[in-house]
């Protein structure tokens, strides 16, 4: 069973609008949750992160919002850039559940950015 | 931010042959792990270790073992490999378990 879970697998949007990506989780015991982005051939790049005790971390043109209570994040992307085209990994840890010490990832939403 | 190198990139061998596929960081991060990765699929943890001498396995069981004896180097060994281990291999790094991991361009393993 997923416990991370990106619902699309692929979204387009246009140069300059705003990109938004969604990720669920089930976990209740998340507490650290990561974006990533990966071009083909190339290993997953980091992004952004927030921790539980925050709903909302921005960097530059990417902000994520965390929804503990639906257990739901989201990635903004503002504004689109052509170069934003790539598959984006959500991922999500419990660093203070003592289990194995990964990451758990969804299986990725694949960002075109129309010209 | 971290570097971590990856070899060999792609990798294409017989079946029954013994692979170690290489991972080396040079930031000095204690914290280390595996995953694996199929085609529009998500990564999975298949090794990790938190410094030298500890290794551990990941969520998804794997035939693959793993050591640790410095601290930037987390070398993965298959003894006898089978077309199931066709998959691309990532190795990650991070300094502790609420910072970011940091991952190598991984290697593309192909079991004929």
């Known amino acids: 069973d997923q416990q991370v879970k990106q619902n699309s697998p692929s979204l387009s949007v246009q140069e300059g609008r705003i990109s938004i990506l969604n990720c669920d989780y089930t976990?209740?015991?998340?507490?650290?949750f990561l974006w990533y982005k990966k071009y083909p051939a190339e290993g997953p790049t980091f992004l952004i992160s927030?921790?539980?005790?925050?709903d909302k971390n921005e960097d530059g043109r990417f902000t994520v919002f965390l929804n503990k209570s639906a257990k739901h994040l989201s990635l903004h992307i503002v504004p689109s850039q052509p170069g934003d085209s790539a598959v984006y990994f959500c991922?999500?840890?419990?660093?203070?559940?003592?289990?194995?010490?990964?990451?758990?990832f969804g299986k990725g939403t694949h960002l075109i950015i129309q010209p | 931010e971290a570097d971590i190198y990856q070899t060999p990139r792609y990798l294409v061998i017989g079946t029954g042959k013994k692979i170690t596929l290489e991972c080396s960081q040079t930031?000095?991060?204690?914290?280390m792990y595996w995953y694996q990765q199929d085609p529009g699929m998500e990564l999975h943890l298949i090794h990790y270790?938190?410094?030298?001498?500890?290794?551990e396995k990941g969520d998804l069981s794997s035939e693959s073992t793993v050591s640790r004896i410095r601290t930037e180097h987390f070398p993965l060994t298959l003894e006898s490999a089978r077309p199931s281990h066709t998959s691309q291999y990532l190795c990650?790094?991070?300094?502790?378990?609420?910072?970011?991991?940091?991952f190598g361009d991984g290697t593309r393993l192909s079991i004929l």
């Open positions: 270790s938190y410094g030298v001498n500890s290794t």
């Open positions: 990650a790094s991070s300094v502790s378990s609420n910072q970011p991991q940091h």
């Open positions: 991922a999500a840890s419990a660093v203070r559940g003592g289990g194995a010490d990964g990451l758990t």
């Open positions: 930031m000095g991060h204690d914290k």
């Open positions: 976990n209740s015991m998340f507490d650290y």
């Open positions: 927030i921790s539980s005790i925050k």
